[in-house]
């Protein structure tokens, strides 16, 4: 498919959204952030699955806990 | 809209416990909106990475937001840790009556937490964010904080 410019008027609120996205998707342009925002904004459920497969199993907790158990011990309530 | 998520979901993910297919529903349920922390839960999670950089990433990959400008608002916490500290109560596993728990060194008593305990900061993160957990820890938050949904 042939590239085509959009024009994207910038008011006030638009502009605050854009400079957040900015920090959030570190785009090295416009172009690039908006394609990521929208990327993650639709992002599927089987997609975001995958995600999480990739960074599970990643640590390992101590022999016989959980992660509630764990938690509950690193805040001094068991 | 934003929901805080909670250290034990998190952990659950990266350690693939015993919760982890349950921590994967709620994720994949909510995954349209904004997830946040705070640096209480960055921190808890943070213990079992080798760097900051390296938890950061897997949040980035899970759209997870660290907030790290997080101001605790006291007259949200303190009210609920009052309450906290009176009903906490020691019952004795032998004779069932409420005891004292009491300093093995110089006989003190032990009733009284000197720290406030990091879900107070983490409820009062989620009351200024629109009020949505995510948590395994469901009664406690629950019991403390009728403010904050608990999403399921």
């Known amino acids: 498919m042939m590239n085509k410019i959009i024009a994207f008027r910038l008011n006030p609120k638009r502009a605050a959204l854009l400079k957040k996205a900015q920090k959030k998707f570190k785009g090295k342009n416009i172009s690039q952030i908006i394609e990521k925002a929208l990327e993650n904004l639709l992002l599927s459920d089987e997609e975001f699955e995958k995600r999480i497969e990739e960074v599970a199993g990643s640590i390992t907790l101590p022999k016989g806990h959980d992660a509630l158990k764990e938690i509950r011990q690193i805040r001094g309530r068991e | ?152």
């Open chain 2, 1 to 152: 809209m934003k929901i805080v998520l909670d250290s034990s979901i998190l952990l659950s993910i990266f350690s693939r416990d015993t919760l982890y297919e349950s921590s994967k529903s709620l994720l994949i349920k909510y995954h349209n909106q904004q997830f946040i922390i705070n640096s209480f839960i960055f921190l808890e999670v943070r213990m079992f990475f080798s760097s900051d950089d390296e938890l950061l990433r897997k949040l980035q990959k899970l759209d997870v937001e660290y907030e790290k400008n997080y101001i605790p608002n006291s007259s949200f916490i303190i009210p609920k840790w009052r309450t906290y500290l009176k009903n906490k109560q020691y019952f004795c596993p032998v004779c069932g009556r409420e005891t004292t728990p009491i300093c093995s060194h110089c006989n003190s008593d032990l009733r009284f937490r000197q720290r406030i305990l990091s879900d107070f900061f983490i409820a009062d993160f989620a009351f200024q964010n629109g009020g949505q957990l995510l948590t395994h820890d469901r009664g406690f938050f629950r019991n403390y904080f009728s403010e904050i949904t608990i999403l399921e």
